[in-house]
């Protein structure tokens, strides 16, 4: 091609793309399957792995109701990191608020008394300072029945009605060892959702949550790792079983997530049988070599 019919096309190519619509002519590469931040503060770990996964506005559009679930279960000090961060609670709520949520509540069903965790972690406090509501879960009248579509074990569960109620929903765990489970994070934290967890508890701890994962799956799901409780979790017994790891994990794919912060703890997701089973129930994917990870040291 001489140097005229060079120019030529150029200019053909280059007129073209002005006439292309902005989102095709200046196409954003795909977000990451999963975002890894660390060594910053819960809110700028935040802000920039939201960053990357294309902003608060991709997750919440205006005019809509959303519902943040940390884990609020047990009366213990912020410090403890028994429950999630409430700093982080008040600055995704902020961000929800200028994304143009309607509405914004932030709920859990606790394990120990209801208003204690909600008043001791800190976390009823910076709900309110942040303007929006914080609602009970401590009475069985708020729960709903549904059916668990796809279960074998966990059919049926009584559900916040919240939950049913809700345009986005929003999943907030802090990450620590369980005796139970032996981790607890984005997939055990959805058993907060319900009222008859004893259930669960009786017939296959492990199971259960993995059906119920398949049966809801948050729009989003972010990790406090900041302080972590690497022993005698989920409750502690001080905050010598807690260790300053300043993480934080963003995901659409709960399992994905899970895997990522189970790594953080130092143990093996294939051991973590709750993981595994959400894995093969389609909830998401633990290869996390066959994902787009996106790394944020800050």
């Known amino acids: 091609m001489d140097r005229r019919s060079f120019m030529k096309a150029g200019l053909s190519v280059s007129a073209s793309a002005l006439f292309l619509p902005r989102s095709l002519a200046h196409a954003a590469p795909p977000a990451p399957d ?9 809110a700028a770990m935040f802000d920039r792995g939201i960053e990357a996964l294309g902003g608060i506005k991709a997750f919440v559009k205006k005019g809509q109701k959303v519902l943040i679930k940390p884990n609020i ?14 700093a982080l609670v008040a600055h995704v ?7 143009g949520a309607k509405e914004v509540y932030v709920f859990d069903h606790t394990c120990d008394n ?8 800190g976390v009823e406090e910076a709900v309110k300072r942040a303007g929006v509501k914080i609602a009970p879960g401590d009475s069985e009248s708020y729960y709903q029945s549904v059916t668990v579509t796809g279960g074998s074990t966990l059919t049926s569960a009584k559900e916040h009605e919240l939950i049913l109620s809700t345009d986005v929903f929003i999943n907030m765990p802090i990450l620590k060892t369980h005796t139970s489970s032996r981790v607890t994070c984005c997939l055990k934290n959805l058993m907060g959702n319900v009222w008859d967890r004893g259930f669960w508890h009786g017939n296959d701890l ?10 809801r799956r ?17 409750r502690g017994i001080s905050v010598d079983d807690v260790q300053l790891m300043k993480a934080q994990i963003l995901s659409t794919d709960m399992v994905a997530a899970d895997v990522a ?9 294939e051991r973590i049988r709750h993981i595994v089973l959400a894995a093969e129930r389609g909830v998401g994917k633990k290869d996390l070599s066959a994902l787009t ?3 944020i040291a800050l």
């Open 206 to 215: 492990h199971l259960c949550i993995a059906e119920y994962a398949a049966y």
């Open 73 to 86: 279960g047990w009366d213990v000090a912020p410090e403890r990191a028994g429950n999630t961060n409430p």
């Open 293 to 295: 990870i996106s790394r």
């Open 114 to 121: 209801g208003p204690r965790c909600y008043r001791t972690s």
């Open 93 to 99: 709520i902020q961000r929800c608020l200028q994304a």
């Open 261 to 269: 912060a189970t790594k953080l703890l130092g143990l093996d997701p």
């Open 218 to 234: 948050p729009a989003l799901n972010i990790v406090d790792a900041y302080n972590v409780m690497k022993r005698n979790g989920p």
């Open 34 to 42: 999963l975002v890894a931040v660390r060594n910053g503060e819960p």
